[in-house]
């Protein structure tokens, strides 16, 4: 089974051939996702500096107006031109005056998409592209890809197919009826842009081919089969009877481009189905690597996969960043992708050779029916892991003593501390670090003056309990399972605070005002309108409690159809009864490592709770959702947390400079600018992640 990175030979030889030199990156730039060009998450500007960052106050707020019950903003806005452009809740587009925030223009997609309610999702961003002619922004709504003109906003009519394209198409499979989202920006190189897709975690998933279309046509220029088909390397990594039937492998959390190198680096996630991985023996390529793909052609360089035959969900989560660093005397261009699990996995940016030697570590095998575990999984050696990797019986939350005795109940008969024990077809195990990661979305800032990587994280405990597809039997149970289970649970309680209950939905709806739910999705939920309408309506007799549905309904494309013969119960935190994670804190934290040694140079709690610290249980951490940036003024600024603060801290001791309340948390990256000599901190505050929602950008400057 291939283990480790491919190289293209061809490539590699032209690679080697360039003469090495230091890359000119504009650090005051902040016109990509990540800011610079190579994703850092850093600014060279240091106007707002350690001595002065107390001073900071608010030069304006826009406000969106389009929050709705829990809507999120996860953007990270761009500048270019002394514009600031952003999305809204409702994926609206707008461009701002940079300095003073006024509106120059905005776009709604649903002009030219048509149906003002549809669903299309949560969005991180926009992406510019310019030439000596013109300026684009190109962006998704759900599964389309449109640009506008940079300067007056008007849709661009003759790109795609009347100012659109459809991502549901071309995607080399006999299939178009999709779940599609790409929520990520699409990466800018040359003429192209290149992006990848937020796809159903069930068995009617897309595969996740990443795909360049050209932003001047919306022609697609080149595909990258993330499941490899029959005759291309991978291939023989999965069971050939189903690979057919297998999605996912995709790209959702962004990608970094090379400019100088033309190479794009492209993280991926799990493959379908996500936590019984029956249909897919075998490692699974290219599921849970870095890609390392060229961006003229999409011809593979090289490639690691970070997890074997994924059963965790542990999709890589960021995209990753470019950097600079000094080992045993030499500096090497290298690339750096943190992990859900924890750890970062550190390359030579040309030849995929790993920085720090990777091992092959034996793990706990799996015992579910029909599923066969790799035997090893790749572990670094260094960097330091930027949180703790195991949870223990000495770990269980134990500031009070009834929420001690409460998760201790919980975890009775459930397998703890083995970061790699599979599912298990009879006991839940505790995942830790959770699905949430570790690291998530907001990604990492790499300071290149330093070396130093910052990056936060959660240090929550998830849980996976796994059950029998009593659907063989029920159809409505099995449709239902497929693709709600995951979210709402078995039982259809939900989440509280996040994921509403389905129960007692035949007092709230008809069949009909179901079925256009169902059709159109809200908020978080996604539109259900690529599954057909057979399925649709056994569906929604099983969540109405119709008697007729049961063992007693039929599909007739029944028997052409995969479902899991086991599916997970639904997504799960270790909480008490309170809804206090399960573990000792800290539950979030933010981790410096100086990266031209692997090791920690500072590991500090990240964000509060009031009602513990008037208790005293002070210094707790808490979720966080977003990324850091780090200054040449001696700052490291995140928001990212559900206390709905923002901060700034030292960025050599983690000593907290300064913090600001917004007015709902700041679940997105701050973007770090200039403008007409005076420097701002911008940050979405659109809450919604167990947090009232929110509709504003803020920013932040120092007083005249």
């Known amino acids: 089974m291939i283990r480790k990175f491919l190289l293209a030979s061809s490539f590699a030889l032209l690679l080697l051939s360039c003469e090495e030199k230091k890359p000119d990156i504009d650090y005051t730039n902040w016109s990509h996702y990540g800011g610079p060009e190579d994703g850092s998450r850093y600014t060279s500007l240091s106007q707002i500096n350690r001595e002065n960052v107390a001073q900071l106050q608010v030069a304006w707020t ?31 587009v707008f461009a701002l005056d940079a300095a003073t925030g006024a509106e120059i223009w905005r776009f709604d997609p649903f002009q030219v998409l048509g149906g003002e309610n549809s669903w299309a999702g949560t969005n991180r961003g926009v992406s510019y592209w310019e030439s000596a002619e013109e300026k684009r922004i190109l962006f998704t709504a759900g ?25 549901r198409k071309e995607l080399d499979t006999n299939l178009e009826d999709f779940l599609i989202v790409s929520n990520a920006p699409g990466a800018i190189f040359e003429d192209k842009i290149i992006l990848g897709m937020r796809l159903s975690e069930g068995l009617d998933a897309a595969p996740g081919h990443v795909r360049a279309y050209n932003v001047k046509t919306g022609k697609r220029e080149w595909i990258f089969h993330a499941i490899p088909q029959e005759g291309e390397p991978g291939y023989e990594t999965w069971d050939p009877k189903h690979i057919r039937q297998i999605g996912g492998a995709n790209n959702w959390a962004g990608m970094t481009v090379d400019q100088a190198r033309g190479i794009v680096y492209v993280p991926t996630g799990s493959a379908t189905y996500d936590f019984w991985g029956g249909y897919r023996t075998g490692d699974n390529l290219y599921a849970n690597s870095l890609l390392a793909l060229d961006a003229k052609t999409g011809q593979r360089i090289w490639h690691f996969q970070a997890v074997h035959h994924d059963v965790w969900d542990r999709d890589f989560p960021a995209n990753p960043n470019l950097i600079r660093i000094q080992k045993d005397g030499k500096w090497i261009d290298a690339v750096a992708q943190i992990s859900k699990q924890g750890m970062t996995y550190v390359f030579d940016r ?87 990661g570790g690291g998530e979305w907001g990604g990492a800032s790499f300071d290149p003056e330093t070396q130093t990587l910052y990056v936060n994280a959660n240090q929550i405990p998830w849980l996976i309990e796994m059950t029998p597809n009593a659907g063989f039997g029920n159809v409505g149970l099995s449709i239902y399972t497929n693709y709600c289970g995951n979210c709402h649970g078995m039982e259809r309680k939900g989440v509280t605070g996040s994921v509403p209950s389905l129960l007692g939905l035949e007092k709230k709806y008809s069949a009909d005002s179901l079925a256009k739910l169902l059709q159109t999705g809200r908020g978080a939920m996604p539109a259900f309108s690529h599954i057909s309408a057979e399925e649709k309506g056994v569906l929604i007799d099983y969540l109405l409690g119709k008697a007729e549905t049961g063992d007693k309904v039929e599909l007739e494309a029944e028997s052409a159809k995969l479902y899991p013969r086991y599916y997970m119960k639904g997504y799960k935190k270790l909480l008490t009864q309170d809804g206090i994670y399960g573990s000792n804190p800290p539950w979030g934290l933010l ?100 947090t009232k929602s929110g509709d504003a950008y803020v920013a932040f400057a120092l007083p005249e």
């Open 62 to 92: 826009y406000r969106t107006g389009d929050a709705a019950e829990r809507s999120q903003i996860q953007c990270q806005p761009i500048v270019a031109n002394g514009l600031l452009y952003a999305t809204t809740p409702k994926l609206n």
């Open 143 to 167: 599964n389309w890809l449109m640009a506008l003109d940079a300067m007056t906003g008007e849709p661009i009519l003759d790109f795609g197919d009347g100012g659109k394209v459809d991502l």
């Open 350 to 436: 040309e030849s995929g050779e790993p920085i720090w030697p990777i091992e092959e570590k034996e793990v706990s095998q799996s015992i579910m029916p029909g599923e066969i575990s790799s035997k090893t999984q790749p572990i670094p050696s260094l960097p330091e892991p930027f949180m703790n990797m195991v949870f223990e019986e000495k770990d269980i939350l134990n500031l009070k003593p009834q929420w001690k005795a409460d998760i201790q109940s919980q975890l009775s008969n459930a397998i703890i501390g083995d970061t790699w024990a599979p599912p298990h077809p009879e006991k839940p195990i505790v995942l830790f670090p959770g699905m949430d």
């Open 591 to 690: 981790t410096a490592l100086d990266m031209n040694t692997g090791r920690k140079k500072w590991q500090i709690p990240l964000g509060s709770i009031d009602s513990l610290a008037a208790q005293g249980f002070e210094n707790t951490g808490i979720e966080n959702y977003g990324g850091p940036v780090a200054t040449a003024g001696g700052l490291l600024f995140i928001a990212a947390t559900k206390d709905e603060k923002i901060r700034a801290f030292d960025k050599e001791t983690g000593e907290l400079l300064w913090e600001a309340k917004l007015p709902a948390a700041g679940h997105a990256t701050p973007a770090v600018y200039e403008k007409n000599g005076k420097q701002y901190l911008v940050i979405a505050c659109g809450g919604g992640k167990g």
